[in-house]
Nanobody, 123 residues
Framework: VQLQASGGGLVQAGGSLRLSCAASGRTFSIYPVAWFRQAPGKEREFVAGIKLKSISYYADRVKGRFTISRDSAQNTVYLQMNNLQPDDTAHYYC??????????????????WGQGTLVTVSS
């Protein structure tokens, strides 16, 4: 299974980006997929997750600004990020969980990871 994350870039504060996570080798279908991020010098943290029936979960810091969604036909999960702020600057990683249908918030909950895409928000 390979996950390919893309869509990062440089944006000014208040701007938007949409990240994509495409899977090959296995279909996301019913399985939970999450986005994590890691800022320089900090631990990787949960950002958002989506599970069956597109039920989604968000970290408090991004609620109301970020939206996670799934396109089953494209086997892709998206993270729409609006009103980006400088402290959103980080490498963003997507991850898939196969052995449990619940969205987890720990890195150890996920078996497969994308390579990360860098989001930089300037003030």
């Amino acid at each position: 299974v390979q996950l390919q994350a893309s869509g990062g870039g440089l944006v000014q504060a208040g701007g938007s980006l949409r990240l994509s996570c495409a899977a090959s080798g296995r279909t996301f279908s019913i399985y939970p997929v999450a986005w994590f991020r890691q800022a320089p010098g900090k631990e990787r943290e949960f950002v958002a997750g989506i599970k069956l029936k597109s039920i989604s979960y968000y970290a408090d810091r991004v609620k109301g600004r970020f939206t996670i969604s799934r396109d089953s036909a494209q086997n892709t999960v998206y993270l729409q990020m609006n009103n980006l702020q400088p402290d959103d600057t980080a490498h963003y990683y997507c991850a898939a969980r196969w052995e449990d249908l619940r969205v987890g918030t720990l890195m150890t909950d996920y078996a497969d990871w994308g390579q990360g895409t860098l989001v930089t928000v300037s003030s």
